[in-house]
T-cell receptor, first 113, second 115 residues
Framework: AQSVTQLGSHVSVSEGALVLLRCNYS??????LFWYVQYPNQGLQLLLK??????LVKGINGFEAEFKKSETSFHLTKPSAHMSDAAEYFC???????????FGAGTRLAVHP | DAGITQSPRYKITETGRQVTLMCHQT?????MFWYRQDLGHGLRLIYY???????DKGEVPDGYVVSRSKTENFPLTLESATRSQTSVYFC??????????????FGEGSRLTVL
């Protein structure tokens, strides 16, 4: 069965510091992985995706993620945090049959001056 | 404006009452989804629909009913609301043939409180 584990429900960084949000997955089929971002009082929007092409994936707003099969990980990073990055971030893996996305519990990112 | 809209955005109801959350999309996407978002659980799939008149259960379907008579609408009904159904509900859609893109388009959510 597919599942996603996000390590750390809350992450706090200083503005300008590295952002690292952790995601580990379990999948019985070749994994397709996604990161979504949710700003306050809004729906989710796609940040980036891995669909078996390049293992280093670049997304919007300077975020990127690296797929590591040996570690079953898909961690999200950004070299320098900005105040506007404060949001909740969800890692997701495609479900069997393509019709479903299985989401992790989310990580709330706080950025302080 | 094109997009996906949910109504109501906020709803307070009492245990045992019937509640319907509406979802409308203007893209003519084939697939539509209902998720609930709860602290510590992330988003969990309630029901989804591949096309008009085709629906299927997700991870947590108990206590919910859906219908899809028109492509653009996908209402979610709580037939007899319970306190455990207090949550934020998100509707999402995806175009057919775009499964691998993973790009679901989400509404802004409906916050439901059951007293």
């Amino acid at each position: 069965a597919q599942s996603v584990t996000q390590l750390g429900s809350h992450v706090s960084v200083s503005e300008g510091a590295l952002v690292l949000l952790r995601c580990n997955y379990s999948s019985s089929v070749p994994p397709y992985l996604f990161w979504y971002v949710q700003y306050p009082n809004q729906g989710l929007q796609l940040l980036l995706k891995y669909t078996s092409a390049a293992t280093l994936v670049k997304g919007i707003n300077g975020f990127e993620a690296e797929f590591k099969k040996s570690e079953t990980s898909f961690h999200l990073t950004k070299p320098s945090a900005h105040m506007s990055d404060a949001a909740e971030y969800f890692c997701a893996v495609r479900g069997v049959g393509y019709n479903k996305l299985i989401f992790g519990a989310g990580t709330r990112l706080a950025v302080h001056p | 404006d094109a997009g996906i809209t949910q109504s109501p955005r906020y709803k307070i109801t009492e245990t045992g009452r019937q509640v319907t959350l509406m979802c409308h999309q203007t893209w003519s996407h084939s697939y539509m989804f209902w998720y609930r978002q709860d602290l510590g659980h992330g988003l969990r799939l309630i029901y989804y629909s591949a096309a008009a008149d085709i629906t299927d259960k997700g991870e947590v379907p108990d206590g919910y009913v859906v219908s899809r008579s028109k492509t653009e609408n996908f209402p979610l009904t709580l037939e007899s609301a319970t306190r455990s159904q207090t949550s934020v509900y998100f509707c999402a859609s995806r175009a057919s043939g775009r499964a691998l893109s993973g790009e679901l388009f989400f509404g802004e959510g409906s916050r439901l409180t059951v007293l």
